[in-house]
């Protein structure tokens, strides 16, 4: 089949790219003329497990034109739904792909929105087609609402193996068209109304993220009762009907789906004269879980004023250079407030964090130079690196102070080498 992807983000470059992989004829396309470049010279824009490898196997093009739209069979609108200030989402991105799109469809063509968008929002790119291009919904060309479960750093298997295929339909004619689309796909495809579909996105995101803030509030508890919320939430997760996935208690979430999720379909509900008291628990809880980390390290260092202080891990989670939302970025913050002086190191998110603070921040080049000297060091991301550091490098430290906002280390190990705080450690 003839795809074409509108936005070549995280989610379009990858299911651009596995589509490709598939054996599918993609053209990727984006207003970021930098962003196409680099891929059409074989370079990747994101850094994913195992997206250079895909890159150098499949023959896919990409273009700022959207003339490509014109032959296509499938579109996927892939483009970015960013937060407004007040949570809710903003839609130009859509809306400016929509209008690009009334201008180049030619043929009976199947528009699908991957974005996550608030329902309501695929009607409304359907209706700026129509305005746009004269063309009816329907009969000239078919429309659905295909939400992406993939998580960062585990893309390429998570699309081309997740736990479901949802697809919202306007009719038949433009389900078949995916259906054809995701056939080789060996788990449930759901077929339901656009906006089910769109709901269903957020609500799995909303569910998740409760989940961590629940496990989250569960940590502090077990923090007072002196009990560790790892055992806590392995023993819950035990039961089937919970789960054990996305129970790690840590340093809150970030990233680009939970926080703008959440906060979106709050919004959503607060217009409709909805009170979603328990999803805005969920934002406040998560919104404070961070500063845990400056809680937990002034229990054993009152004044930070002019001590170094190394913060491990960046991004908001590991296998990826996304910092969106990340809870490093606030730790930083208030370390900066407090007066610290601070180190950082992450394996792959360092220019981004970099842009942010310039020369405020000291930017180490290893694990080895980021401890080195320094009064207290904080992990903020669980890669793998850090995992497997030799932990008596932190007797390099000047004082070694370890708060451990993922649960890497092994309290029991550790804890004879260092001075030991994690999030929910309360033994
Ligand atoms: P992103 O910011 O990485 O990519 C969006 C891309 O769209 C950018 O490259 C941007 O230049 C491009 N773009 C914007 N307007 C355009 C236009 N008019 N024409 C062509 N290109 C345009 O965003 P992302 O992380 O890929 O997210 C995309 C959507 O998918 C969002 O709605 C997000 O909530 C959702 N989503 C993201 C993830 C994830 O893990 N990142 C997972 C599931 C769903």
Same mark, same amino acid.
């Given at each position: 089949?003839?795809?074409?992807?509108?936005?070549?983000?995280?989610?379009?470059?990858?299911?651009?790219?596995?589509?490709?992989?598939?054996?599918?004829?993609?053209?990727?396309?984006? &207003?970021?003329?930098?962003?196409?470049?680099?891929?059409?010279?074989?370079?990747?824009?994101?850094?994913?497990? #195992?997206?250079?490898?895909?890159?150098?196997?499949?023959?896919?093009?990409? +273009?700022?034109?959207?003339?490509?739209?014109?032959?296509?069979?499938?579109?996927? &609108?892939?483009?970015?739904?960013?937060?407004?200030?007040?949570?809710?989402?903003?839609?130009?991105?859509?809306?400016?792909?929509?209008?690009?799109?009334?201008?180049?469809?030619?043929?009976?063509?199947?528009? +699908?929105?991957?974005? +996550?968008?608030?329902?309501?929002?695929?009607? =409304?790119?359907? =209706?700026? &087609?129509?305005?746009?291009?004269?063309?009816?919904?329907?009969?000239?060309?078919?429309?659905?609402?295909?939400?992406?479960?993939?998580?960062? #750093?585990?893309?390429?298997?998570?699309?081309?193996?997740?736990?479901?295929?949802?697809?919202?339909?306007?009719?038949?004619?433009?389900?078949?068209?995916?259906?054809?689309?995701?056939?080789?796909?060996?788990?449930?495809?759901?077929?339901?109304?656009?906006?089910?579909?769109?709901?269903?996105?957020?609500?799995?995101?909303?569910?998740?993220?409760?989940?961590?803030?629940?496990?989250?509030?569960?940590?502090?508890?077990?923090?007072?009762?002196?009990?560790?919320?790892?055992?806590?939430?392995?023993?819950? #997760?035990?039961?089937?009907?919970?789960?054990?996935?996305?129970?790690?208690? #840590?340093?809150?979430?970030?990233?680009?789906?939970?926080?703008?999720?959440?906060?979106?379909?709050?919004?959503?509900?607060?217009?409709?004269?909805?009170?979603?008291?328990?999803?805005?628990?969920?934002?406040? +809880?998560?919104?404070?879980?961070?500063?845990?980390?400056?809680?937990?390290?002034?229990?054993?260092?009152?004044?930070?004023?002019?001590?170094?202080?190394?913060?491990?891990?960046?991004?908001?989670?590991?296998?990826?250079?996304?910092?969106?939302?990340?809870?490093?970025?606030?730790?930083?913050?208030?370390?900066?407030?407090?007066?610290?002086?601070?180190?950082?190191?992450?394996?792959?998110?360092?220019?981004?964090?970099?842009?942010?603070?310039?020369?405020?921040?000291?930017?180490?080049?290893?694990?080895?130079?980021?401890?080195?000297?320094?009064?207290?060091?904080?992990?903020?991301?669980?890669?793998? =690196?850090?995992?497997?550091?030799?932990?008596?490098?932190?007797?390099?430290?000047?004082?070694?102070?370890?708060?451990?906002?993922?649960?890497?280390?092994?309290?029991?190990?550790?804890?004879? =080498?260092?001075?030991?705080?994690?999030?929910?450690?309360?033994?």
């Amino acid at each position: 089949m003839k795809v074409v992807t509108i936005g070549s983000g995280y989610v379009g470059l990858i299911t651009g790219a596995c589509f490709a992989d598939l054996g599918n004829d993609v053209t990727l396309i984006d &207003i970021d003329d930098k962003k196409i470049s680099m891929i059409n010279n074989g370079e990747t824009p994101i850094h994913e497990n #195992g997206l250079k490898e895909l890159m150098k196997k499949i023959n896919i093009t990409a +273009t700022t034109s959207y003339n490509p739209i014109a032959d296509a069979d499938v579109v996927f &609108i892939a483009v970015g739904t960013p937060s407004n200030d007040d949570g809710s989402i903003d839609l130009k991105y859509i809306r400016s792909a929509a209008e690009a799109i009334g201008k180049h469809i030619e043929k009976y063509t199947v528009i +699908t929105v991957k974005s +996550t968008v608030i329902p309501g929002t695929t009607d =409304e790119v359907s =209706e700026i &087609i129509e305005k746009v291009s004269g063309k009816k919904l329907g009969q000239d060309f078919g429309l659905c609402m295909n939400p992406e479960f993939l998580r960062e #750093g585990n893309a390429i298997s998570d699309f081309m193996n997740p736990d479901r295929v949802v697809i919202g339909q306007h009719d038949d004619r433009s389900g078949e068209v995916l259906k054809e689309l995701y056939k080789s796909f060996e788990c449930p495809v759901m077929f339901t109304d656009i906006r089910t579909a769109e709901m269903i996105k957020y609500v799995s995101n909303v569910f998740l993220a409760a989940k961590v803030s629940l496990s989250n509030e569960v940590a502090n508890i077990c923090e007072l009762i002196g009990s560790d919320v790892r055992d806590v939430m392995k023993g819950v #997760g035990l039961d089937r009907r919970i789960s054990p996935y996305f129970l790690n208690a #840590g340093a809150g979430f970030g990233g680009s789906c939970f926080p703008k999720d959440v906060m979106a379909i709050i919004s959503l509900a607060e217009k409709m004269g909805y009170e979603p008291g328990m999803m805005k628990h969920i934002v406040r +809880t998560n919104d404070v879980q961070p500063f845990r980390m400056i809680k937990l390290l002034k229990k054993r260092m009152r004044d930070l004023e002019g001590r170094d202080i190394s913060v491990m891990g960046l991004a908001f989670k590991p296998g990826t250079d996304d910092i969106r939302e990340a809870p490093a970025l606030k730790v930083i913050n208030s370390l900066l407030e407090h007066g610290a002086n601070v180190a950082v190191y992450d394996p792959e998110a360092m220019e981004n964090v970099r842009q942010i603070y310039g020369d405020k921040i000291i930017f180490a080049e290893n694990i080895e130079k980021a401890i080195e000297g320094k009064d207290a060091t904080l992990f903020l991301t669980e890669w793998k =690196e850090f995992k497997e550091m030799d932990i008596s490098l932190f007797k390099t430290m000047r004082r070694p102070l370890v708060v451990d906002g993922r649960r890497i280390f092994d309290p029991e190990l550790i804890k004879k =080498e260092v001075e030991y705080e994690a999030i929910g450690y309360g033994r």
